[in-house]
């Protein structure tokens, strides 16, 4: 409980439970200690009606003398009755290593609503309806959560508020579920929000699992009125959940990315299959990037996004626009890739990206404007490290490919990431 200190050994009753994922935060306080306090690891054992133990704080947690620090961590109660767990935190204090914990409580099964069904038994799709007004309000179903704040809907009357789920797949591997989240007001859905409203969704052990125990490899993709699912890369996490503000409603579901693959085998002529069809790319007319200090002047191709990323095998010796970021020479952050080396066996367009440094120009020409950008910074950063996509409110560049190719896995460790900005816009001479 909020508050209440918990003893090496002491035992948390957090009390009665649904059989759902359960996320609790424990606070480490070294505010009397005089040294550095570090938990190197979070674990857990004995699980009775207990499974999938998360440990969502990435480890080793340093807490400083006379600091605090949060450590999340969530598991699944998973049948009706007393459950409990054992938890834990290894850490540098030589009397109380490992520092235990025993979490118990009782969990109760929530029985499902009654319905009339139809004549042949088949069960009417699950759904939210709710009545919504200018005070708004917090809506919860399943694993997704929405909040109408207070003025959204100023200029509304008479507004229902409405979620149904989906079945997993809707084309991601990993399957998770799908809301279709509504607001209409006099039958008809408002024109606009006077405040955005917050779509949190919460990741499935799996998704959880994919994205490596981290909020930050998973988006919340999203689909309008029968739109391609696009990716919102916005996203920021709270209470277990994942989260992003919006100014209107459609489909959510959540994905796991990683950065592109952008480089082949050094040394070895691949071969290539043949492009499937719902991976061409499409020709930016009038669209091309030059590097002058890298001798790079290539023509832009856009990489469509599908559940799976963004595929970039059959890129050749071109550049690469990655679709569901900013388009090129719009505010926000464009993302352009190319190979560091390719299938011929020979060196890529991005081979030598990581020589740019801070104030080297980076050009994109389009329809007979020259927008310069300046580079600012430099990244290496892991595959599946997507905080180099994030939105940007200026018009912000990133270039990526791949480095250090690691032999015995079949693929590169790392990505390289440039990072410019827009600096100057002037016609084409």
Same mark, same amino acid.
């Given at each position: 409980?909020?508050?209440?200190?918990? %003893? #090496?050994?002491?035992?948390?009753?957090?009390?009665?439970?649904?059989?759902?994922?359960?996320? *609790?935060?424990?606070?480490?306080?070294?505010?009397?200690?005089?040294?550095?306090?570090?938990?190197?690891?979070?674990?857990?054992?004995?699980?009775?009606?207990? $499974?999938?133990?998360?440990?969502?704080?990435?480890?080793?947690?340093?807490?400083?003398?006379?600091?605090?620090?949060?450590?999340?961590?969530?598991?699944?109660?998973?049948?009706?009755?007393?459950?409990?767990?054992?938890? !834990?935190?290894?850490?540098?204090?030589?009397?109380?290593?490992?520092?235990?914990?025993?979490?118990? @409580?009782?969990?109760?099964?929530?029985?499902?609503?009654?319905?009339?069904?139809?004549?042949? @038994?088949?069960? +009417?799709?699950?759904?939210?309806?709710?009545?919504?007004?200018?005070?708004?309000?917090?809506?919860?179903?399943?694993?997704?959560?929405?909040?109408?704040?207070?003025?959204?809907?100023?200029? =509304?009357?008479? $507004?229902?508020?409405?979620?149904?789920?989906?079945?997993?797949?809707?084309?991601?591997?990993?399957?998770?579920?799908?809301?279709?989240?509504?607001?209409? $007001?006099?039958?008809?859905?408002?024109?606009?929000?006077?405040?955005?409203?917050?779509? $949190? *969704?919460?990741?499935? !052990?799996?998704?959880?699992?994919?994205?490596?125990?981290?909020?930050?490899?998973?988006?919340?993709?999203?689909?309008?009125?029968?739109?391609?699912?696009?990716?919102?890369?916005?996203?920021?996490?709270?209470?277990?959940?994942?989260?992003?503000?919006?100014?209107?409603?459609?489909?959510?579901?959540?994905?796991?990315?990683?950065?592109?693959?952008?480089?082949?085998? %050094?040394?070895?002529?691949?071969?290539?299959?043949?492009?499937?069809?719902?991976?061409?790319?499409?020709?930016?007319?009038?669209?091309?990037?030059?590097?002058?200090?890298? @001798?790079? #002047?290539?023509?832009?191709?856009?990489?469509?996004?599908?559940?799976?990323?963004?595929?970039?095998?059959?890129?050749?010796?071109?550049?690469?626009?990655?679709? &569901?970021?900013?388009?090129?020479?719009?505010?926000?952050?464009?993302?352009?890739?190319?190979?560091?080396? &390719?299938?011929?066996?020979?060196?890529?367009?991005?081979?030598?990206?990581?020589?740019?440094?801070?104030?080297?120009?980076?050009?994109?020409?389009?329809? @007979?404007?020259? !927008?310069?950008?300046?580079?600012?910074?430099?990244?290496?950063?892991?595959?599946?490290?997507?905080?180099?996509?994030? !939105?940007?409110?200026?018009?912000?560049?990133?270039?990526?490919?791949?480095?250090?190719?690691?032999?015995?896995?079949?693929?590169? =460790?790392?990505?390289?990431?440039?990072?410019?900005?827009?600096?100057?816009?002037?016609?084409? +001479?």
């Amino acid at each position: 409980p909020a508050g209440v200190s918990i %003893p #090496d050994d002491g035992t948390d009753d957090i009390g009665d439970q649904a059989l759902a994922t359960i996320h *609790l935060t424990y606070t480490v306080d070294n505010s009397a200690g005089i040294d550095q306090l570090i938990v190197t690891d979070v674990t857990a054992d004995n699980l009775v009606n207990v $499974c999938n133990f998360t440990l969502f704080t990435p480890a080793p947690v340093t807490v400083a003398a006379g600091d605090k620090a949060s450590i999340d961590i969530s598991f699944d109660v998973n049948a009706p009755g007393v459950f409990s767990l054992d938890v !834990h935190l290894a850490n540098n204090d030589l009397d109380e290593n490992p520092y235990d914990i025993q979490i118990t @409580g009782s969990g109760a099964a929530v029985p499902a609503e009654s319905g009339d069904g139809d004549e042949d @038994g088949e069960e +009417e799709p699950q759904e939210l309806l709710a009545g919504v007004g200018r005070d708004g309000g917090e809506f919860n179903f399943e694993r997704i959560r929405v909040m109408v704040p207070v003025g959204a809907l100023a200029n =509304q009357s008479n $507004c229902q508020f409405a979620i149904s789920g989906k079945a997993g797949g809707n084309g991601f591997s990993l399957g998770g579920p799908a809301y279709d989240v509504t607001i209409t $007001c006099e039958g008809q859905p408002p024109s606009n929000f006077d405040a955005p409203l917050e779509v $949190c *969704l919460e990741p499935t !052990h799996s998704q959880l699992q994919a994205a490596g125990g981290s909020f930050t490899n998973l988006v919340i993709f999203h689909s309008h009125a029968g739109s391609e699912w696009g990716p919102l890369f916005d996203t920021y996490e709270e209470e277990g959940y994942l989260c992003v503000k919006m100014w209107g409603l459609s489909y959510f579901t959540i994905g796991v990315l990683e950065l592109p693959a952008t480089g082949f085998a %050094p040394q070895v002529l691949t071969a290539l299959e043949n492009q499937p069809a719902g991976s061409v790319y499409s020709a930016l007319d009038d669209i091309w990037l030059k590097i002058p200090v890298l @001798g790079v #002047d290539l023509p832009i191709l856009g990489i469509p996004l599908t559940p799976e990323g963004w595929d970039v095998t059959w890129l050749g010796a071109a550049v690469g626009y990655l679709e &569901g970021t900013a388009f090129p020479t719009w505010k926000g952050n464009t993302v352009l890739t190319a190979h560091v080396w &390719g299938a011929d066996n020979n060196p890529g367009p991005f081979v030598d990206l990581d020589t740019l440094s801070y104030g080297d120009e980076i050009i994109i020409h389009a329809w @007979g404007l020259r !927008h310069t950008y300046k580079v600012r910074a430099v990244q290496w950063v892991a595959p599946d490290d997507l905080s180099v996509l994030t !939105h940007e409110e200026n018009d912000w560049l990133t270039l990526i490919t791949c480095r250090g190719y690691d032999q015995t896995a079949q693929g590169y =460790q790392w990505r390289v990431a440039v990072r410019a900005v827009l600096m100057d816009v002037e016609a084409e +001479e």
